[in-house]
């Protein structure tokens, strides 16, 4: 089956415009994770959602950063007010349910350059 | 949070080569992943081994969850091998990544 899509897969955008990113997860599976991938950073968490709930949001880095999850399945990642920092890979995974079990499959990223 | 540290940071292998990759961490978790970045940047699954080994073709992993460590071996290594490996433990339902090893696979 299809596995994990984003879109766009780049994105130039100059600072202070907003942004949004798209993912959409494997069909079925009920838990949608996002990260981001920065050479200074490396891979690092930002939210995760168990269906349209967001448990967990304590990788955001600020509050120009905020997401969503609509119907259970397709999320949009929205950083408002861009920053040259901000530039970097945007992942999205999915998992049939919670990560403690079950695996995480991610998306090719979005690229994301602030100029 | 977890702390994850991988070693070595970079390995240069002469196509065929047996290699060992290594990752600790600070903490009890409930399950860890390997991954392969490739050159495009797709993270590929490897293993989902929270704890013993499991093989795969030329790649085997093995964690000792107790220890707090992981091991990825590759085995004939080939230039497909080449690209980045992450571990990732899991803590409070999301995955923690270690800096990676950086692979080189020269023919």
């Known amino acids: 089956g299809a596995g994990v899509s984003q879109s766009p897969s780049n994105k130039v955008t100059e600072k202070g415009k907003d942004v949004e990113l798209r993912c959409d997860p494997i069909?079925?599976?009920?838990?949608l994770y996002w990260y981001r991938q920065s050479l200074g950073q490396g891979l690092e968490f930002l939210i995760y959602?168990?269906?349209?709930?967001?448990?967990?949001k304590s990788g955001l880095p600020s509050d120009r950063f905020s997401a969503e999850r609509t119907g259970g399945s397709v999320s949009t990642l929205t950083i408002q007010r861009t920053q040259q920092e901000d530039s970097a890979v945007y992942l999205c995974?999915?998992?049939?349910?919670?990560?403690?079990?079950?695996?995480?499959?991610f998306g090719p990223g979005t690229r994301l350059t602030v100029t | 949070g977890i702390q994850v540290e991988q070693s070595p940071p970079d390995l240069i292998l002469q196509e065929g080569a047996n290699s060992t990759l290594r990752c600790n961490f600070s903490?009890?978790?409930?399950?860890l992943q390997w991954f392969h970045q490739n050159p495009w940047g797709q993270l590929i699954n490897l293993f989902y081994?929270?704890?013993g080994t499991k093989q795969n073709g030329r790649l085997s992993a093995t964690t000792v969850a107790t220890e707090r460590y992981s091991l990825l071996y590759i085995s004939s290594s080939q230039t497909t091998d080449s690209g980045v490996y992450f571990c990732?433990?899991?803590?409070?339902?999301?995955?923690?990544f270690g800096g990676g090893t950086r692979v080189l696979v020269k023919p």
């Open positions: 069909s079925g599976h009920t838990a």
């Open positions: 990732a433990p899991e803590s409070g339902n999301k995955l923690t």
């Open positions: 081994i929270p704890s």
């Open positions: 959602f168990q269906g349209n709930s967001a448990p967990d």
């Open positions: 903490d009890s978790v409930n399950n």
């Open positions: 995974a999915s998992s049939v349910g919670l990560a403690s079990i079950y695996e995480q499959y």
